[in-house]
């Protein structure tokens, strides 16, 4: 078995890695091509730190392995909450300078890793043997690649795990520097444990509320009016309306199939032969034409094993379909470039520029770049002086004397990317060849220090095409969405929504919605603030009915099945009330009876018809009598006189009159203490945890780009 497969077994680590490798065949077209082109994406921000669409997709390809059932968008909101919540705790950790340390990492990957699960990395006690494993990493690194799809999704594993663990590991210390301060004293372990240990046996008579209220006494309706008079406040509701969801997805047919399949045949024939490669991508592909060139690794995978058999400028790829996907592509370019290249430069800033701050304008900032790179040209050796004399870059100027260090292709659009970008990798670029370039930090003078490792770089033209439903598909679908409204027009709720299930629609039951809220969770369609708005018209009614048209093509069936106003909703607060009220009248009817006597318990269950329950063992931890709580019966059980009859207590279920016989502890010496200790250090931290990491979100500056860039 390879340790690919053992990874698999082991952890679900391993499903980030595949899933990437399958991003092109398993998302909708909105993300395709853009991760290909635009790794580096920003989608929102939490507390001005960027969320990037990799990290997104990838949180959100992980919940799909596991969750297929379960809808995209439902997934991809899931994901985006993964994410705050991962930034939130990074950021506070950051704040208060958490860190991680080298030991750190290799005590994470012997604790924590995917790889510490792994038999082969164990030693005779089944603790991992590092020895072992390191081993294993030389081997790893030694092979390229390109040797088996195996080799490098073991490789992808290995790199995730060395991003994810300083993180996880700053995380961790930020949770124990919170929780260190919260521990269970000495004396509330004592207290719990003793609770735990104290037992009482008693002897009562019960009797239920619902007896009383037949016999003695029932509740009127000006006893709550008068009750609800007084207590105003307690009682007034908001404005909500309760809405279901039946949901019918626009599928294409067989004949919106057979016909897509005609025209991609046609369009790939028309592709292969033609020229005009840019035309024909920015006419018939849902995305643009991208003029970038890119290392083979980089490539998505499909791309990646494509250019390992045919690398010939000209070579077609598909048609290949997923789903309703369609893709082809054309390789419409190829060049050798260099993949390292060492860079010096002089940096001229201006007021207009990021990060490298200066105010003089961005005009005069070009006429001193300008002069500077002639005089470098006509004389290279003053480059390096010039560093110290005129580089804005002042940190990297006393650090590294203006290098910019190793500069990897894949990095470019990261490193210099402006209007008239200098091309760092181009073989015409020798060793010390100087070029002008502008980038958002303003203009820089480069040049080029040293360069290694030449590998070619490829372009290709990408159509990507999606299957929609046609015309007719949708008027069949619209057909049988106005049938099911029809068949259950005066169907109600639990009706309504059990047919459509029996017809495998997709259902969201019961969801109560305020006027203000801006989306309805687990719709989260661009029409819940259109639907939110109809549910509230003035002239709504309880059991209206609406279609709703996606722009996706989807319907949406809306049921209003309650309308609740703002107001003091009598019947309600009637069911709320009358056992308060009930209680109130019973304590002051049993308490004149039982004034200034001393009723034995046998007299109580005389006088009510009730038999004697006899030597029941209570537990004052648990509160339970017969598999009730009874806080209030309990509590008086362990405080009262023994053999001495109980006032009435009023307890959950009804009347209790008891008589405590004894009473005795169970609890053993200090020493087992530790384990209650551990117990409620457990259940605190938890609740803390919870409560903590909400208050982090809310108070959170957070911004979602999503519907812009996805």
């Known amino acids: 078995m390879s340790f690919l497969e053992k990874i698999r077994k082991n952890t679900w680590l ?97 604790k924590q890793s995917i790889y510490s699960k792994i038999i ?61 301060g919260l521990n269970t004293s000495f004396i509330e372990a004592l207290l719990n444990y003793r609770d735990k240990n104290q037992f009482s046996i008693i002897d009562y008579v019960f009797i239920p509320y619902s007896d009383i209220e037949k016999k003695y006494y029932k509740i009127q309706s000006h006893d709550i009016y008068d009750f609800i008079k007084k207590n105003k406040f307690l009682y007034k509701k908001e404005n909500l309306r309760n809405l279901s969801f039946i949901i019918f ?151 590294n004397k203006g290098n910019l260090g190793w500069i990897k292709y894949e990095e470019q659009n990261e490193a210099f990317k402006g209007k008239e970008s200098f091309d760092f990798f181009s073989l015409k670029n020798k060793k010390g060849t100087i070029g002008l370039t502008e980038t958002k930090f303003g203009y820089h003078i480069i040049r080029i220090d040293d360069i290694k490792d030449i590998k070619p770089a490829y372009q290709f033209a990408i159509i990507i095409k999606t299957l929609t439903p046609s015309k007719k598909t949708e008027d069949i679908l619209y057909q049988k969405i106005i049938k099911f409204m029809k068949e259950n027009k005066n169907s109600n709720l639990n009706t309504f929504i059990n047919n459509a299930r029996k017809k495998k629609y997709e259902t969201i039951f019961l969801k109560e919605i305020k006027n203000h809220q801006w989306n309805i969770q687990d719709l989260n369609t661009e029409l819940d603030q259109e639907i939110i708005n109809w549910s509230y018209e003035k002239n709504r009614k309880e059991g209206d009915v609406k279609i709703f048209s996606a722009y996706n093509k989807d319907y949406i069936m809306v049921f209003l099945s309650k309308i609740q106003k703002k107001g003091y909703p009598i019947e309600e607060i009637k069911n709320n009330i009358s056992p308060f009220l009930l209680n109130k009248k019973i304590s002051h009817y049993l308490y004149n009876i039982m004034k200034n006597k001393h009723i034995s318990l046998e007299e109580i269950a005389y006088f009510f018809r009730k038999k004697i329950n006899k ?45 405590t016989l ?49």
Not at 625 to 654: D, H, M, Q
Not at 673 to 691: G, H, Q, T, V, W
Request: proline share 3%.
């Open 662 to 710: 004894k009473r005795f502890n169970t609890s053993k010496k200090l020493s087992y203490l530790s384990s209650e200790i551990e117990s409620l250090n457990a259940d605190l931290r938890k609740n803390i945890l919870e409560k903590i990491g909400n208050v982090l979100i809310e108070k959170s500056n957070i911004k979602d780009y999503r519907k812009n860039n996805i």
């Open 249 to 399: 997805r626009s599928h294409p047919s067989l004949d919106d199939e057979k016909n897509m399949d005609l025209k991609i045949k046609k369009l790939f024939n028309k592709f292969k032969s033609s020229n005009h490669n840019s035309i024909i991508v920015t006419n018939q592909s849902e995305k643009p034409f991208d003029s970038n060139f890119y290392l083979k690794n980089n490539l998505p995978l499909f791309l990646k094993h494509f250019v390992e058999k045919k690398n010939q400028v000209g070579s077609m790829f598909g048609p290949f379909k997923d789903d309703n996907i369609y893709i082809m592509a054309k390789l419409t370019g190829k060049k050798m470039v260099y993949n390292s290249v060492l860079s010096s430069h002089i940096l001229i800033s201006h007021k207009e520029a990021v990060r490298f701050y200066n105010n003089r304008t961005k005009k005069k900032a070009e006429e001193i770049a300008k002069t500077i790179y002639d005089i470098v040209i006509k004389n290279p050796d003053r480059f390096n002086s010039l560093v110290w004399e005129k580089s804005d870059d002042i940190v990297n100027t006393k650090k």
């Open 615 to 659: 030597s029941c063992k209570i537990n004052f931890y648990q509160s339970m009598i017969k598999n009730y709580k009874e806080p209030k019966v309990i509590g008086y059980a362990f405080s009262s006189k023994l053999y001495k009859t109980s006032k009435p207590i009023l307890g959950e279920r009804g009347i209790f009159f008891i008589r």
């Open 14 to 110: 391993v499903f980030f890695f595949i899933s990437i490798s399958l991003l092109f065949f398993i998302l909708d077209p909105n993300i395709l091509l853009k991760f290909f082109t635009e790794n580096s994406t920003v989608i929102g921000k939490v507390n001005r730190d960027n969320i990037f669409l990799k990290e997104y997709l990838d949180y959100f390809q992980f919940l799909k392995q596991f969750r297929e059932d379960e809808v995209d968008e439902h997934l991809k909101n899931e994901a985006w909450k993964l994410l705050v919540h991962e930034k939130v705790m990074n950021q506070q950790a950051k704040k208060l300078g958490i860190t991680s340390t080298k030991k750190d990492f290799w005590k994470a990957i012997e």
């Open 120 to 180: 082969d990395f164990q030693n005779e006690k089944g603790k991992m043997d590092m020895n072992k494993f390191q081993f294993y990493l030389k081997n790893l690194e030694k092979l390229p690649s390109s040797l088996t799809p195996q080799i490098e999704a073991e490789k992808n594993i290995w790199l995730y795990e060395k991003n994810s663990i300083p993180k996880r590991i700053v995380a961790k210390k930020y949770i124990e520097m919170l929780m260190y």
